[in-house]
C-alpha cells in the first residue's frame, strides 16, 4: 500500500499544471453586442480587462486546509464533463454562486467540501484558496464573481 501511495504521489506531482491567471476582454461589437474574449481586440479599444483568478473566495477552516494541502498530493486532474460546483453550506459566496448559476438555468454538479469525498474531490481539482470552485468547460474560476461566471459561460 505504501509503495502504491509513493507511486501515485510522485505520478501527481509530475502531472500537477502551473496555475496561470486568465485575462479576458470585454468588447462592445459596432452593432452594440457585449463579447468576452481571451484575445485583445484588433481594432478600437479594450473596455475592461478581467482576470478571472481574482474572484472573492471564502477562507479554509485551517482544519480543512490542513487536510487539503495532504489530498493536494493525490491529485489526478480536474474533471472536464458538466458544470462542477465546489462548495460548503457555511460559505457566503457559495450561496451566491448557486444563486447565480440558477439565475442563467445552468444545470450543475454540487459537490459539498465538508465530507471527505468531496474534500477529496475538491483537492483533485485543485482547489485550495477557498470555496467556491466552479469547474466548467475544462476551466476553472476560484471564488465567486457574476463577471468571472459570465466570461467563463460565454465561451460555450
Known amino acids: ?6 507511486l501515485a ?10 496555475a496561470q491567471a486568465q485575462t479576458m476582454y470585454k468588447i462592445v461589437t459596432p452593432d ?26 471564502t477562507a479554509l477552516p485551517a482544519s480543512a486546509a490542513e487536510q487539503l494541502s495532504k489530498l493536494q498530493a493525490l491529485r489526478s486532474g ?24 440558477a439565475s442563467k438555468r445552468i444545470a450543475y454538479r454540487e459537490i459539498d467540501i465538508d465530507t471527505p469525498d468531496g474534500l477529496a474531490s ?17 476551466r476553472r474560476v476560484q471564488g465567486y464573481s457574476p463577471a468571472a461566471y459570465d466570461q467563463l459561460f460565454s465561451r460555450k
Open 122 to 138: 475538491f483537492a483533485q481539482a485543485g482547489g485550495g484558496k477557498g470555496v467556491p470552485l466552479l469547474v466548467a468547460n475544462g
Open 1 to 6: 500500500m505504501r509503495h502504491r501511495l509513493l
Open 9 to 18: 504521489l510522485a505520478l501527481c506531482a509530475w502531472l500537477l499544471p502551473v
Open 78 to 101: 480536474v474533471p472536464t464533463g458538466g458544470v462542477v460546483l465546489y462548495s460548503a453550506v457555511w460559505c457566503g459566496y457559495c450561496t451566491q454562486a448557486k444563486a447565480w448559476l
Open 32 to 57: 452594440g453586442r457585449i463579447v468576452y474574449t481571451d484575445h485583445p481586440p484588433s481594432q478600437g479599444k479594450v473596455l475592461k480587462t478581467l482576470t478571472a483568478d481574482s474572484a472573492p473566495a
